[in-house]
């Protein structure tokens, strides 16, 4: 199993930004995929699951703000992310079985 994150970045309050999971090494469409975040001296938070149906579950921090999707034909789970604030400051993991990947920086900050 392989997940590489990418997309994130600075961004300043209210702004927007679109992550970004490449897997490969297992049969992604049948896979639930997950997005979590871990913010500077804090542990690891669930963000929002996707499961092989499209349906979709979102945690309460983001909830309303994020949307989560799936791209089959390209082995890609993408996280867009809206409104950020400077509490969302984290680097956001993709999961899935067990693993994650590397993580991408997301900087909330004017």
């Known amino acids: 199993v392989q997940l590489v994150e990418s997309g994130g970045g600075l961004v300043q309050p209210g702004g927007s930004l679109r992550l970004s999971c490449v897997a490969s090494g297992f049969t992604f469409s049948t896979s639930t995929m997950s997005w979590a975040r871990q913010a500077p001296g804090k542990g690891l938070e669930w963000v929002s699951n996707i499961y092989s149906d499209g349906t979709r579950l979102y945690g309460d921090s983001m909830k309303g703000r994020v949307t989560i999707s799936r791209d089959n034909a390209k082995n890609t789970v993408y996280l867009q992310m809206n409104s950020l604030k400077p509490e969302d400051t984290a680097v956001y993991y993709c999961?899935?079985?067990?693993?994650r990947g590397q993580g991408t920086q997301v900087t909330v900050s004017s």
């Open positions: 999961r899935t079985r067990g693993t």
